[in-house]
């Protein structure tokens, strides 16, 4: 089944406790990204990467590091992670080209990981 | 700076109603624009596409339509159900080498039955 793969689903931690949320995609993606989520401010891109060993920060990179040594994988990470980083985080991957061609298509979203940081 | 406005932020209708959902951009230069639908707990999923030609495209009992002119677009849900009870994000690509991609806040739909 082609799908999106974050884990864990939910992690509580605390403050300055280094984590990381993997995310894994089986549909051979150039492109994968990440987002959080918030009340009232939908999805905001943190980081994003057009292939591998190519990452590029979107709107909210600030307390966060990405990776994409093959292209499977996007793990997310935070380094001394922050209460004000709590949040919905959602990692997405989408076809760009094939063959020459660009294509329109759609972002496929993993199921989503709930931190808490206390 | 691109932007894209969604209304309403929420709407509550009964079962079997329809209702619209209303998404203005200011994405320049316009690629696209998609309709997601996201279930509590889950990850957006792809409703339809909208590019710069299309006027209206139907997906079952959801219908957008997309004037380019007046940068507007809206997802109509027709009969609604009980499994329509989610957020609704429309997220607008530009035309730029990045494909970057503005979402906007979504509509929280409730269906009650």
């Known amino acids: 089944e082609a799908q999106v793969t974050q884990n864990p689903r939910y992690l509580i931690t605390v403050t300055g406790k280094k984590l990381t949320v993997t995310c894994s995609q089986n549909?051979?993606?150039?492109?994968m990204s990440w987002y959080r989520q918030d009340p009232g401010l939908g999805l905001r891109q943190i980081y994003y990467s057009m292939n591998v060993e190519v990452t590029d920060k979107g709107d909210v990179p600030e307390g966060y590091k990405v990776s994409r040594k093959e292209k499977r994988n996007f793990p997310l990470i935070l380094e001394s992670p922050s209460p004000n980083q709590t949040s919905l985080y959602f990692c997405?991957?989408?076809?760009?080209?094939?063959?020459?061609?660009?294509?329109?298509?759609?972002?496929?979203f993993g199921n989503g990981t709930r931190l808490t940081v206390t | 700076k691109n932007q894209v406005e969604q209304s309403p932020q929420s709407l509550i209708i009964l079962e079997g109603k329809n209702c619209t959902l209303q998404?203005?951009?200011?994405?320049?230069?316009?690629?696209?624009l998609r309709w997601y639908k996201q279930d509590t707990g889950r990850g957006p999923v792809s409703l339809t596409i909208?590019?710069?030609?299309?006027n209206t495209k139907s997906n079952g009992r959801y219908t957008a339509t997309l004037d380019a002119d007046t940068k507007q677009s809206s997802l109509h849900i027709t009969a609604s159900q009980l499994s329509d009870s989610a957020s609704y994000i429309c997220v607008v690509s530009a035309l730029t080498g990045r494909r970057a991609l503005t979402f906007g806040s979504g509509t929280r739909l409730q269906v009650q039955p």
């Open positions: 909208m590019t710069f030609s299309e």
């Open positions: 998404c203005n951009y200011t994405v320049s230069p316009f690629s696209n």
């Open positions: 997405a991957s989408r076809k760009i080209r094939d063959i020459g061609m660009e294509y329109n298509s759609p972002l496929h």
């Open positions: 549909m051979n993606h150039e492109y």
